[in-house]
């Protein structure tokens, strides 16, 4: 096969879309009696995913003359790429010959370069040379390096002495009415699988308001540090907000915009969540305030205000060293098995969903929201969190889906209105204000 894939490449060597699929189609190469002269060939050709698979091919040759040739194809090469693949395929050799080569590598400009490296000498990482190599570059400015390198030079830090689908029982289904910094105060740490939650708008509400922006960041800073603490062990925070505008206070002023989701994010990455996904909950556009009635007036440039119908659904992970696939593993598989997430589950990061209104609160979630939230990221049993509790959306669906919820919420009337609304849910639930709850808490088991 090796010999029709090399005549043909030979025959349309200049169409590089041809000699891109052929070189696709080798697997595994016997090297005994199989020539590689073709790939040598290849190594300079024009096009640079040509060069590349090129490589891949003769890094299945272990051949100290290929490895001469690689080594040196690497110096000479210009694309970053082909150049990556050249140290790739030599990493896979294995070979403790070529670590004085790896090492010199690792003073690359592009990261992805110096990682193929660091990978090729951690095969070696007993070696005295290979490890001061890689301490010396502990402090490297690239994220991505120092990361790795963090996971095999620093000790594992100590996972929580619960099990990881444990559930407190005096937290589960419950609510508390009070400030949600003394609530989670209280609290020891690793208690939620998940938390959910819309943070209060700034002063965009009748039950928002702060004497600053920097105020306003600085209090969101501090629950969610603290729900960084409470969360176990590489588990997920969603928080739904949007940019909100505050209006002008005469003609002679304008309004102002605030980036929440994006204030938010710089302080959630340094405080120890890792960015996974951001999800657009796009609503009907009857829905929302009309900004841009003015403008289509008289469609005057610079005064052009769209209406807002999205908000942001930005999905963090607590840092953690270990995979998902870790936590997944810590359910037994009735519960795994009963938690997977049906057919009808939305493929794509934006999710059209209608608005919901309450009677009582201003700004609630939609069912529907809650639910999508529940079941991708929370197992069956889990304690699920909202810190923000509102009228109790979450906590009514958390709980269908066989979830244990605990809220919060500061404002009386709000917390009067989640019991309303639990009041039909199919568990035993449990109403604290601040002052009973740190009561039950102290209470022995």
Request: proline share 4%; aromatic share 12%.
């Given at each position: 096969?090796?010999?029709?894939?090399?005549?043909?490449?030979?025959?349309n060597?200049?169409?590089?879309k041809?000699?891109?699929?052929?070189?696709?189609?080798?697997?595994?190469?016997?090297?005994?009696?199989?020539?590689?002269?073709?790939?040598?060939?290849?190594?300079?050709?024009?096009?640079?995913?040509?060069?590349?698979?090129?490589?891949?091919?003769?890094?299945?040759?272990?051949?100290?003359?290929?490895?001469?040739?690689?080594?040196?194809h690497?110096?000479?090469?210009?694309?970053?790429?082909?150049?990556?693949?050249?140290?790739?395929?030599?990493?896979?050799?294995?070979?403790?010959?070529l670590?004085?080569?790896?090492?010199?590598?690792?003073?690359?400009?592009?990261?992805k370069?110096?990682?193929?490296?660091?990978?090729?000498?951690?095969?070696?990482?007993?070696?005295?040379?290979?490890?001061?190599?890689?301490?010396?570059?502990?402090d490297?400015?690239n994220?991505?390096?120092?990361?790795?390198?963090?996971?095999?030079?620093?000790?594992r830090?100590?996972?929580?002495?619960?099990?990881?689908?444990?559930?407190n029982?005096?937290?589960?289904?419950?609510?508390?009415?009070?400030?949600v910094?003394?609530?989670?105060?209280?609290l020891?740490?690793?208690?939620?699988?998940?938390?959910?939650?819309?943070?209060?708008?700034?002063?965009?509400?009748?039950?928002?308001?702060?004497?600053?922006?920097?105020?306003?960041?600085?209090?969101?800073?501090?629950?969610?540090?603290?729900?960084?603490?409470?969360?176990?062990?590489?588990?997920?925070?969603?928080?739904?907000?949007?940019?909100v505008?505050?209006p002008?206070?005469?003609?002679?002023?304008?309004?102002?915009?605030?980036?929440i989701?994006f204030?938010?994010?710089?302080?959630?990455?340094?405080?120890?969540?890792?960015?996974?996904?951001?999800?657009v909950w796009?609503k009907?556009?009857?829905?929302?305030k009309n900004?841009?009635?003015?403008?289509m007036?008289?469609r005057?440039?610079?005064?052009?205000?769209?209406?807002?119908?999205?908000?942001?659904?930005?999905?963090?992970?607590?840092?953690?060293?270990?995979?998902?696939?870790?936590?997944?593993?810590?359910y037994?598989?009735?519960?795994?098995?009963?938690?997977?997430?049906?057919?009808d589950?939305?493929?794509?990061?934006?999710w059209?969903?209608?608005?919901?209104?309450?009677?009582?609160?201003?700004?609630?979630?939609?069912k529907?929201?809650c639910?999508?939230?529940?079941?991708?990221?929370?197992?069956?049993?889990?304690?699920?969190f909202?810190?923000?509790?509102?009228?109790?959306?979450?906590?009514?669906?958390?709980?269908?889906?066989?979830r244990?919820?605990?809220?919060t919420?500061?404002?009386?009337?709000?917390f009067?209105?989640?019991?309303?609304?639990?009041?039909?849910?199919k568990?035993?639930?449990?109403?604290?204000?601040?002052?009973?709850?740190?009561?039950?808490?102290?209470?022995?088991?």
């Amino acid at each position: 096969m090796l010999e029709t894939i090399e005549q043909n490449i030979r025959d349309n060597f200049e169409s590089a879309k041809f000699v891109l699929g052929n070189l696709k189609k080798i697997g595994r190469i016997e090297e005994e009696n199989t020539s590689y002269d073709i790939f040598m060939e290849l190594l300079h050709h024009k096009n640079k995913d040509v060069r590349t698979e090129a490589v891949k091919n003769l890094g299945k040759f272990k051949n100290k003359y290929i490895q001469e040739s690689l080594k040196l194809h690497y110096e000479g090469e210009t694309n970053s790429m082909v150049k990556r693949e050249c140290v790739s395929s030599l990493g896979r050799q294995r070979d403790s010959n070529l670590i004085d080569f790896f090492i010199i590598v690792l003073n690359e400009r592009d990261p992805k370069i110096v990682l193929q490296a660091i990978r090729a000498l951690l095969v070696f990482k007993s070696n005295p040379i290979v490890k001061q190599a890689l301490e010396n570059i502990l402090d490297h400015p690239n994220e991505m390096i120092k990361e790795v390198l963090e996971i095999e030079f620093t000790p594992r830090p100590p996972r929580s002495k619960e099990h990881h689908t444990f559930v407190n029982p005096k937290l589960s289904n419950t609510v508390v009415n009070g400030d949600v910094l003394e609530v989670l105060n209280i609290l020891k740490d690793e208690q939620f699988h998940l938390t959910f939650t819309s943070p209060p708008y700034y002063n965009a509400r009748d039950y928002s308001f702060y004497s600053s922006y920097q105020e306003y960041l600085n209090f969101l800073r501090k629950v969610f540090k603290e729900t960084h603490r409470l969360t176990k062990n590489g588990r997920f925070l969603v928080v739904n907000t949007s940019p909100v505008i505050v209006p002008r206070v005469s003609r002679k002023h304008s309004s102002k915009r605030y980036p929440i989701p994006f204030d938010i994010h710089n302080f959630l990455i340094q405080d120890g969540w890792e960015f996974i996904d951001d999800i657009v909950w796009q609503k009907p556009e009857y829905s929302v305030k009309n900004r841009i009635g003015g403008f289509m007036q008289h469609r005057k440039p610079l005064a052009y205000k769209p209406n807002s119908v999205t908000e942001y659904l930005m999905v963090y992970r607590k840092k953690s060293r270990d995979l998902i696939d870790w936590n997944i593993k810590q359910y037994d598989y009735n519960i795994v098995n009963e938690s997977k997430v049906s057919n009808d589950f939305e493929t794509t990061n934006v999710w059209s969903l209608d608005p919901t209104f309450d009677k009582t609160h201003s700004a609630v979630f939609p069912k529907s929201l809650c639910e999508r939230v529940v079941k991708y990221y929370s197992f069956k049993s889990d304690l699920v969190f909202d810190p923000f509790g509102g009228s109790g959306t979450f906590g009514e669906m958390a709980n269908q889906l066989d979830r244990n919820f605990f809220l919060t919420e500061i404002d009386e009337l709000y917390f009067e209105r989640i019991k309303e609304r639990l009041t039909k849910t199919k568990t035993e639930k449990k109403y604290f204000k601040l002052e009973e709850f740190k009561k039950w808490m102290q209470q022995e088991k």
